[in-house]
């Protein structure tokens, strides 16, 4: 499926009045995961501005210990900080990579902005070294502009 015949699917979900927030979320990973081939694990984190950390929420794919990342460590904590995407095509090249798994070949984290504020982001895997490309952080900063909306509600 296209990005393009996705957005009216995620704006479906977010716009769906009988599913509360978190399963709003779940349904979007499990579409983009079940929808884009690369995709390989899909979730979502969000900020704790007084401790500086990130907590997992909602996501689809293999379990992980990084249920809490600090603001500055890995790929999603950079993102925190820097309040802009960050595309990996290769983990393995990266400094600041926080190992999920050995399948993990490449990442793409976009912050979810609520009223300006960085208040978390989706995080994607992907076991294909450098798939994603500027279509993919477009259509995810789509993904998340529909998604503030259930946050400002």
Not at 38 to 59: D, R, S
Request: with cysteine; charged share 20%; net charge negative.
């Amino acid at each position: 499926m296209t990005f393009q015949e996705l957005q009216p699917k995620i704006t479906e979900i977010t716009t769906n009045t009988t599913l509360s927030r978190d399963e709003k979320l779940l349904t979007i990973c499990q579409l983009l995961s079940g929808s884009i081939d690369y995709y390989n694990w899909v979730g979502f984190y969000f900020a704790n501005q007084e401790t500086k950390t990130l907590h997992l929420g909602p996501y689809v794919g293999a379990e992980t210990d990084h249920t809490v990342i600090p603001f500055g460590k890995g790929i999603c904590g950079q993102v925190a900080v820097s309040n802009e995407n960050f595309v990996v095509p290769d983990v393995s090249a990266q400094d600041n990579y926080i190992a999920c798994s050995f399948t993990v070949k490449s990442e793409i984290v976009v912050p979810l902005f609520v009223n300006g504020e960085n208040i978390g982001q989706i995080d994607i895997d992907s076991h294909v070294i450098d798939p994603f490309t500027e279509a993919d952080e477009k259509f995810l900063e789509f993904v998340n502009q529909e998604i503030a909306k259930i946050f400002t509600v």
